[in-house]
């Protein structure tokens, strides 16, 4: 089954431990990206990755980091988690020239930084 | 930059009847994807519909069809014969055809459904 598996699903952490969110996809997408969902604002992108070794920012990448070192795999890492870090998080992939195939998405993180 | 502004925070719609969701958009680009998302409960990220900048034909996905009005930048989503499993956040969203990856969300609308 085509799926982007993020892990974990509910983490509730202390401000300044460092923590990593898996994304991992099983469709050979090109294209991976990090989003974060926060009431009213809608989704923004953090990261994304147009390949293996290759990443960018999004709209909102302070505090973040990404590593593209396998395909499957796009892990989001925050070194030193703060309660503004606390939202809902959002991995989606996608092939490159394919212009008319639309992004899979993760089922979310929901992470909450005390 | 794109935008995508959706003004309706929330809306409520009896169940059997018909809904309409705004959204307006702005770009400097000719090609272009737009969306509707769905958001239910469980949080996933359901793809409702899509419609391609170059086509003028409405998409249609069995009870949701949209109005796409390019010229004014407008993508209204309508839900025929609403029903109780409906009731979701609605995501209004955004992707260039020719510039990376990134998907432009509005800021959401939920839907209630009443009984």
């Known amino acids: 089954e085509a799926q982007v598996t993020q892990n974990p699903r509910y983490l509730i952490t202390v401000t300044g431990k460092k923590l990593t969110v898996t994304c991992s996809q099983n469709?050979?997408?090109?294209?991976m990206s990090w989003y974060r969902q926060d009431p009213g604002l809608g989704l923004r992108q953090i990261y994304y990755?147009?390949?293996?070794?290759?990443?960018d920012k999004g709209d909102v990448p302070e505090g973040y980091k990404v590593s593209r070192k396998e395909k499957r795999n796009f892990p989001l890492i925050l070194e030193s988690p703060s309660p503004n870090q606390t939202s809902l998080y959002f991995c989606?992939?996608?092939?490159?020239?394919?212009?008319?195939?639309?992004?899979?998405f993760g089922q979310g993180t929901r992470l909450t930084v005390v | 930059a794109q935008t995508v502004t959706q003004s309706q925070p929330e809306m409520s719609v009896q169940e059997a009847e018909t809904v309409t969701l705004s959204c307006t958009y702005d770009?400097?680009?000719?090609?272009?994807?737009l969306f509707w998302y769905k958001q239910p409960p469980s949080r996933q990220m359901i793809l409702v519909i899509r419609?391609?900048?170059?086509?003028?034909q409405n998409a249609t996905e069995n009870r949701f069809s949209v109005n796409f009005q390019k010229a004014a930048k407008s993508f209204s989503l309508k839900i025929s014969d609403s029903q109780l499993g409906d009731a979701a956040m609605y995501f209004c969203?955004?992707?260039?055809?020719?510039?990376?990856?990134?998907?432009?969300f509005g800021k959401g609308t939920r839907l209630h459904i009443l009984p």
């Open positions: 989606a992939s996608r092939p490159v020239g394919q212009p008319n195939t639309e992004a899979f």
């Open positions: 469709m050979n997408h090109e294209y």
């Open positions: 990755s147009m390949n293996v070794e290759v990443t």
């Open positions: 770009t400097s680009e000719s090609d272009y994807y």
């Open positions: 419609q391609e900048a170059y086509k003028q």
């Open positions: 969203a955004y992707r260039s055809a020719v510039f990376g990856d990134k998907i432009i």
